[in-house]
């Protein structure tokens, strides 16, 4: 303790030592000193090439890319021109500036435009503007633009010639834009469309026009006539992927017509091999999403006519039954992925599981959300599909430790699972402690039986593994949705910025959180 002031004391003068040679006469007087600080100020981004600092910017979010633009001439020149997404908010107070804005970014190719419901929103006009100053558009997101008119709309799609994906939210617009938007974008691929005032009880038919062979993926949400869309649906040649969520109306009778137009693509297909040629007019549908809607039996029947499904979203729709489900499964045996809300109905429960395990062998992805499924379906699931790596059980009263020592006894491949509002206990817990080698994460909420100690045990025998559990959770009720299981959509969703800020945020799949 006595040798240590010395030691300070010896360290407080030799850096006085130093600020007083730093700030000598000699030292800071004359040219000297300024020499000295050029010397040190070097831009090692001088000798870098334009392209190359773009590329570096494309890696910051918006924030540090609007601050990178402030440093110099040449970061705000480079910062403009590469980027390609910009999202605004479309308040009718933007207009002035839009000139401005888009000559600055004259390489946009993705544009957002957002308002809120209290606003004022872009006109036909500021449409039109934006339209003539991105020629190379590709990608539009409209939402609560209610100004733009069916009018201003039809002006912008002749003007984008060039537009890959529309989606459009919260519009006045309705039957007469989207239809001029397909007749015109021959090269349009994707269309969302979710609240459009528009489309009403009367509206005009919508039909494929000059995108019948681009289009491949068509979201329809929250449309109180969505079946004015069904002449586009059948009329895609090459759609891909259909989603229809909470809609109003009965939807049996356009999924018939879904249904047969698949089984016609197969009817010429074999029609085709059989004469030797392998071309064909359209392709089959992959992917269907249906959730909130009035689908019966019949309406499952017809998706069955899909043989060529990989991907299967049946979420809420009340009047579906095992009896169709069987018939899905024994026609449509290249399903991957399989999501079911049985809403608690207990329609859909052993038997069309069953079914689906015989024949679809390739099954990776399962979500069961209030289906009263046992250890008979699982432990078939379990057996019959070896490549699956995803699992949900949502909500159901007959899955409880039986069912989650089958799975952790069989499913070698899964990779991820999640349990939620089930009668499981600490038993479960265990027999997933020495089961499913390959599990990385899981997920268990408001699994009452399940206690805090059964948690930290499982961390201590598998380490590696991602944990998430809350087991003092003790909600009375119980509400699952495919958001609480952390099944994600994959999209781009672009970041709201002001004039001088765009984004992008990641997307995934099949997430535990």
């Known amino acids: 303790m006595g040798q240590s002031p010395p030691v300070v004391l010896g360290r407080v003068n030799s850096l006085c030592d130093s600020f007083t040679f730093l700030s000598s006469s000699a030292f800071i007087s004359g040219e000297g000193f300024r020499d000295q600080i050029a ?12 392209e190359c600092l773009a590329f570096v910017f494309q890696f910051l979010g918006p924030g540090d890319r609007n601050r990178c633009s402030l440093v110099c001439k040449r970061w705000f020149r480079v910062d403009g021109w590469s980027r390609h997404r910009l999202s605004l908010n479309a308040q009718s107070e933007i207009v002035s500036s839009l000139p401005s804005l888009f000559t600055r970014f004259d390489s946009v190719t993705k544009l957002a435009l957002r308002c809120s419901r209290k606003s ?3 006109t036909d006009d500021s449409l039109l503007t934006i339209s003539i100053r991105c ?14 008119t069916d009018e201003g709309m039809s002006t912008f799609a002749k003007n984008s010639k060039k537009l890959r994906k529309l989606s459009c939210g919260s519009c006045m617009f309705g039957a007469k834009a989207l239809n ?4 015109h974008c021959a090269n349009l691929e994707e269309l969302s469309v979710k609240r459009l005032r528009g489309i009403h009880d009367g509206a005009e038919p919508i039909g494929p026009g000059a995108a019948a062979s ?10 109180v006539n969505g079946q004015s869309f069904a002449p586009l649906v059948v009329g895609s040649k090459n759609l891909k992927t259909l989603k229809i969520i909470h809609c109003l109306g009965d939807w049996d009778s356009v999924l018939q017509l879904i249904g047969n137009r698949n089984q016609n693509y197969k009817e010429n297909l074999n029609c085709d091999i059989n004469y030797g040629s392998s071309d064909s007019n359209s392709n089959p549908l992959m992917e269907i999403h249906l959730e909130r809607l009035q689908v019966s039996d019949i309406g499952l029947s017809a998706i069955s006519k899909c043989t060529k499904i990989e991907n299967l979203h049946i979420l809420k729709t009340p009047e579906c039954s095992n009896y169709r489900l069987v018939c899905v499964a024994e026609n449509c045996k ?13 329609r859909i429960g052993d038997e069309g599981l069953i079914a689906v395990a015989k024949h679809c062998s390739n ?17 078939a699931i379990a057996c019959n599909c070896s490549k699956l790596e995803r699992l949900a059980l949502c909500g159901s009263g007959t899955i409880g430790d039986t069912e989650i020592a089958c799975i952790a006894a069989k499913c070698m491949a899964l990779k991820k699972l999640c349990i939620k509002g089930c009668p499981i206990s600490d038993i ?20 009452r039986g399940v206690s805090s100690d059964a948690g930290e045990w499982l961390r201590e025998q598998r380490g590696s593994m991602l944990i998430n559990m809350d087991a003092c959770d003790t909600d009375c009720g119980f509400e699952a949705s495919v958001s609480d299981i952390g099944v994600h959509e994959t999209g781009v969703e672009v970041g709201q910025v002001t004039a001088v800020g765009a984004s992008t945020s990641s997307n995934g799949e099949f997430e535990l959180h």
């Open 120 to 122: 004022i929103s872009l």
């Open 180 to 183: 001029a938007v397909l007749d």
């Open 428 to 447: 479960a817990i265990e027999a997933l402690g020495s089961g499913c080698p390959n599990l990385v994460k899981i997920k268990v909420r408001k699994c």
């Open 135 to 148: 020629r190379n558009l590709t990608r539009l997101k409209l939402r609560g633009c209610r100004e733009i």
């Open 39 to 50: 010397v040190e100020i070097v831009d090692y981004t001088a000798e870098l090439p334009d």
């Open 334 to 346: 290249l399903l991957r992925k399989l999501h079911i809300d049985g809403w608690r109905t207990n």
């Open 214 to 223: 681009s289009l491949k993926m068509i979201c329809l949400k929250e449309l």
């Open 363 to 379: 099954l990776q992805e399962l979500v069961l959300i209030g289906v009263n499924a046992t250890h008979v379906s699982l432990s």
